[in-house]
């Protein structure tokens, strides 16, 4: 019995964490979709927006324990919602929009080169040592992710013009989302994933506002559906902050490799769902660098791994926490 209590943590972790990557994935496919009539900048307001109004209720103690962070905790909470937040969710929503989601199991793929910004930022920022077989992993990564965009033709920058826009997009989004990562670990050394959650949300809603009040984007609210505000909230409750709540509570039990596993349901499940639904199929050449590219992804986890213990992600909980 003392085994089976010891085990089924980390089984139910990672459970959760594949349950989340595989919303993540009809999301992309089924949910997001849905909104490509609005404007970009308003989608990640709104979809940030709700479930932090949905949070107040549960959570509206949090407020107080702002008063007990240092600045330099603060900012880097800011920036977690800044760069995890806003910025990434921008610009990957802005490449499926580019793409009319024609495109979807390669952007998906391609946006699972995170880590190697992660990496690099880590290194830039906190002083981490990159070690020697980096370069190897990530080069060849990086080979496979223009294989899986194009395959083996050349790119054509004028009929391909919106793909390679996706592309770039993506890569951003894959950068922004490695610098979550990398002020995370500062932020969540004394902060508990719940309350960092929160404060990602209500951050991120600001700095949307902020957009919102730059662009004067407020006729959106006027153009928006009632099919849109229909899956707005579908979003906010299971791929949004649901998914997110079910990944990071799976990360309080699961050591990083596993859900660095466990977390490529979310482009499987996306290119099973484009199937599915769209009839969206990757040629040959596209799966094998699909293949390629995972693997070295995963390698450079478990090479990078091997000297922290502790498990980094847009917001993660550390193994110090009480939570």
């Given at each position: 019995m003392a085994r089976f209590k010891s085990i089924s943590p980390v089984i139910l972790g990672a459970v959760c964490i594949s349950i989340s990557a595989v919303l993540w994935g009809l999301d992309g496919v089924l949910f997001t979709p849905q909104l490509s009539n609005l404007d970009v900048g308003f989608v990640v307001f709104v979809l940030h927006l709700?479930?932090?109004?949905?949070?107040?209720?549960?959570?509206?103690?949090?407020?107080?324990?702002?008063?007990?962070?240092?600045?330099?905790?603060?900012?880097?909470?800011?920036?977690?919602?800044?760069?995890?937040?806003?910025?990434g969710?921008?610009?990957?929503?802005?490449?499926?929009?580019?793409?009319?989601?024609?495109?979807?199991?390669?952007?998906?793929?391609?946006?699972?080169l995170q880590p190697i910004f992660a990496i690099i930022l880590a290194a830039i920022v906190l002083k981490e040592k990159i070690k020697p077989d980096f370069l190897i992993w990530a080069s060849i990564a990086i080979i496979a992710g223009y294989f899986l965009t194009f395959g083996w033709a050349k790119p054509d920058f004028?009929?391909?013009?919106?793909?390679?826009?996706?592309?770039?997009?993506?890569?951003?989004?894959?950068?922004?989302?490695?610098?979550?990562?990398?002020?995370?670990?500062?932020?969540?050394?004394?902060?508990?994933?719940?309350?960092?959650t929160f404060f990602r949300y209500g951050f991120t809603t600001i700095i949307m506002l902020v957009y919102m009040l730059?662009?004067?984007?407020?006729?959106?609210?006027?153009?928006?559906?009632?099919?849109?505000?229909?899956?707005?909230?579908?979003?906010?409750l299971t791929t949004g902050s649901g998914a997110i709540f079910l990944y990071y509570y799976g990360l309080r039990n699961v050591k990083a490799i596993i859900s660095t596993i466990c977390e490529l349901f979310f482009p499987i499940s996306a290119i099973i769902f484009d199937y599915l639904l769209h009839d969206a199929r990757l040629s040959l050449v596209q799966w094998l660098a699909a293949f390629v590219m995972i693997f070295c992804v995963i390698m450079l986890n478990i090479n990078n791994k091997k000297e922290k213990s502790t498990t980094t992600s847009p917001i993660t909980p550390s193994k110090n926490q009480n939570s």
């Open positions: 709700l479930p932090f109004l949905l949070m107040q209720p549960f959570f509206y103690q949090n407020y107080k324990k702002l008063k007990t962070y240092s600045t330099k905790e603060i900012l880097a909470l800011f920036a977690v919602a800044l760069f995890g937040g806003a910025l969710t921008i610009c990957i929503v802005k490449a499926l929009f580019l793409v009319d989601f024609n495109h979807l199991s390669e952007v998906v793929l391609l946006q699972k004028s009929e391909s013009s919106h793909l390679i826009a996706a592309v770039i997009f993506t890569l951003l989004a894959a950068f922004s989302f490695g610098s979550s990562t990398v002020f995370s670990k500062y932020a969540l050394r004394n902060i508990d994933f719940t309350t960092a730059i662009t004067w984007k407020w006729s959106q609210f006027s153009a928006t559906t009632s099919h849109n505000w229909i899956f707005f909230i579908i979003i906010a």
